[in-house]
Nanobody, 130 residues
Framework: QVQLAESGGGSVQVGGSLRLSCSIT????????MAWFRQPPGKEREAVAF????????????IYEDSVKGRFTISRDSGKNILYLQMNSLKPEDTAMYYC???????????????????WGQGTQVTVSS
């Protein structure tokens, strides 16, 4: 049984930084993808970043949505079984509930809509104010 638990959200001013953590309980190994999604107030849930741990090309292991490229970094500490999202240069439009997700997926198919991911955390709120 996979369980995910996010932490690290909070309120920050424009240009600030936050690091979100997702603690993983249960097996998330080969064949699984992990991701961060977010849901802004009154909007649909959207992808932020994907982590394809099986990809032997290190440069292709992290996949980002255009709106966060160059500002956010997804990473995983396998020893501690934690997925991170480092968020820098935060903007008001980054305000959202952030969710960690995992799913067993075909090789090379980590990028997928949120409805295709099976395992979810409870979410952590990020608020960016000007």
């Amino acid at each position: 049984q996979v369980q995910l638990a996010e932490s690290g959200g909070g309120s920050v001013q424009v240009g600030g930084s936050l690091r979100l953590s997702c603690s993983i309980t249960g097996y998330i190994g080969s064949g699984y993808c992990m991701a961060w999604f977010r849901q802004p107030p009154g909007k649909e849930r959207e992808a932020v970043a994907f982590f394809d741990e099986d990809n032997i090309d290190n440069d292709a292991r992290e996949i980002y949505e255009d709106s966060v490229k160059g500002r956010f970094t997804i990473s995983r500490d396998s020893g501690k079984n934690i997925l991170y999202l480092q968020m820098n240069s935060l903007k008001p439009e980054d305000t959202a509930m952030y969710y960690c997700a995992a799913d067993k997926r075909p090789r090379g198919a980590c990028v997928a809509p949120w409805v295709q991911y099976d395992y979810w955390g409870q979410g952590t709120q990020v608020t960016v104010s000007s």
